[in-house]
């Protein structure tokens, strides 16, 4: 394989029961899970973005390609981004047979995580209901139970009383301004720890000798023999990037940015189809385990589950100014508040602790882009809008593939940036959670 | 809250108004090349900084204007109306 090659497998250093028990009992402390890596300037494979797609991609492409010489590059600390920032849901019910195929893989890599990478990541497989308020989503819930049937995923559209059974707090009266006609229940779907998936993968390639650089932000990406400004884009060479610490060299550059994938895309000279919205959430306080499923409802665009904590985290569709400011405003409050009290009438008097929000790179297809771009040796797995976090394993494993072969797998073709030249667009837009 | 300034109606809750995106100049659909049209169609500088976008005053005075805002910050230049070029904005309407 030429240039990418040397191999140093080594698993990770095991957790285990006995182990805490040991550690506990002698009051020894904990080693940091990962290095502090002193600042080299040749790798073989640069990753930008440390979240759960970078340290994924970097986690894979060393386990399963023995590509091991690779920097990971975060301008902040890892999982800082999307990472940290979004409501931990993981699905497949989707409506393409693309996505779907796609993100069952996702689903298959979840639920072997935790030992796979020896960190619990706290899977919870509760069951996912898609609420049905018109006939019309309805419809597109039956279209999506077939679609999902077809590709042998757990999936089925029930009625109001089977919904009351699963989730008793729930109104299903036929009172409400928007009364719930039916839901799409997807049995595997749930929820997971966000911060441990970045932890665990984190852990997983430092251990393979990955280089996992925090504080180091990208400020240029070096490209030569392009048919742009200084070189520069389609038909150039990447040849590293310059950081806040110095220039890195590489061949392979990939682009795991959210939020920032226009940004730092438009360094190398590669324009892309995205517009980044901000994604406000919130969170209450802890109360006593009520709601034991995930409850999405499009048409009054909210999300809402519960944690081990007993908080209840809700999250909306995307602002819908585009900008890169995460700051919180009163509008989406007053509106969630507003729609979740028609599903749930009765948390009226719990209180809200804190919203936050992240930015999300929409695409005009609802789709990711993913592989090779016009300028050599520079990858993208970006646009990955409200959707990011439930692929990220299924991302890096196939990210890695494309990198390392060189050629990208048949599961992401679909995904590859020319097909909005080519005008072969992905329609997902049916099946986004919300608000699409 | 973003407070936009319609060149009508004055400032205004962005929420009030309808945002469509970055501004662009539109290829001839007779004569451009399908690359060309698709590009129109999809592809954004997306730029974290300054950048000249539409609004449509749809509750007010129902005009479509343009305006420079700054992604990051929020801030916000002169709006202009179709046809004008006034305002610290440089260069005419794309």
Not at chain 1, 88 to 109: H, K, M, Q
Not at chain 1, 146 to 153: A, P, R
Not at chain 1, 420 to 425: D, M, P, R, V
């Amino acid at each position: 394989m030429g240039i990418l090659s040397g191999s140093k497998k080594k698993p990770p250093a095991k957790y285990s029961a006995v182990g805490l028990a040991w550690r506990g009992l002698r009051k020894q402390s904990w080693p940091r899970i990962w290095r502090e890596p002193e600042f080299r300037n040749t790798y073989d494979v640069i990753i930008i973005g440390g979240g759960v797609h970078g340290l994924a991609t970097a986690y894979y492409l060393a386990a399963n390609h023995g590509i091991t010489n690779v920097a990971v590059v975060d301008k902040q600390y890892l999982g800082s981004g999307g990472s940290g920032r979004n409501t931990a849901i993981v699905r497949s019910n989707y409506l393409t047979p693309e996505g779907v195929a796609f993100y069952d893989r996702s689903l298959e890599l979840y639920n072997s995580m935790s030992s796979d990478l020896n960190l619990n990541v706290m899977f919870s497989e509760r069951g996912h209901l898609t609420l049905a308020h018109t006939d019309s989503a309805l419809r597109t819930m039956n279209w999506r139970a077939e679609v999902n049937k077809l590709q042998g995923i757990d999936s089925a559209v029930i009625d109001p009383a089977e919904i009351k059974k699963l989730t008793p707090s729930l109104d299903v009266s036929a009172e409400t301004r928007y009364p719930i006609l039916g839901a799409l229940y997807h049995p595997p779907g749930g929820t997971i720890r966000h911060d441990a998936v970045v932890w665990g993968y984190a852990r997983g390639a430092d251990a393979y000798g990955v280089d996992l650089y925090q504080k180091t932000e990208v400020l240029d990406i070096l490209v030569e023999g392009g048919s742009g400004p200084e070189g520069k884009g389609p038909g150039g060479t990447v040849k590293g990037v310059r950081t806040n610490r110095g220039d890195m060299h590489a061949p392979i550059v990939v682009n795991c940015t959210a939020g920032w994938a226009s940004h730092l895309s438009n360094m190398a000279g590669v324009t892309l189809p995205i517009t980044t919205h901000p994604l406000q959430a919130a969170v209450t306080e802890p109360v006593k385990t009520f709601l034991p499923t995930v409850v999405v409802s499009g048409s009054l665009h909210v999300y809402v589950s519960q944690t081990d904590r007993g908080e209840l985290v809700f999250g909306a569709s995307v602002d819908p100014v585009a900008t890169y400011n995460m700051g919180g405003t009163l509008e989406f409050t007053e509106e969630l508040a507003g729609h979740v009290l028609e599903l749930m009438p009765g948390i009226s008097k719990m209180r809200l602790l804190r919203q936050w929000a992240g930015l999300c790179d929409m695409t005009p297809d609802y789709s990711p882009v993913m592989g090779p771009t016009p300028v050599d040796g520079f990858y993208v797995d970006v646009g990955w809008g409200t959707y990011g976090f439930k692929a990220g394993p299924v991302s890096g494993e196939q990210m890695a593939a494309c990198v390392a072969n060189r050629a990208t797998p048949d599961l992401i073709k679909p995904f590859e940036l020319r097909r909005f030249t080519e005008g072969a667009l992905v329609g997902e837009k049916g099946a986004a959670a919300v608000g699409h | 809250m973003l407070l936009v300034p319609c060149p009508n109606c004055g400032p205004r809750n962005a929420a009030d108004l309808t945002y469509n995106g970055e501004s662009h100049r539109r290829p001839d659909p007779k004569i451009c090349t399908p690359e060309e049209w698709r590009t129109y169609l999809y592809l954004r500088e997306n730029p974290s900084g300054w950048l000249r976008e539409n609004w449509y005053c749809g509750s007010g005075c129902r005009k479509h204007f343009q305006i420079e805002r700054h992604t990051l910050t929020g801030e916000l230049r002169e709006p202009i109306l179709p046809g004008e070029k006034t305002g610290t904005t440089k260069g005419d309407m794309k």
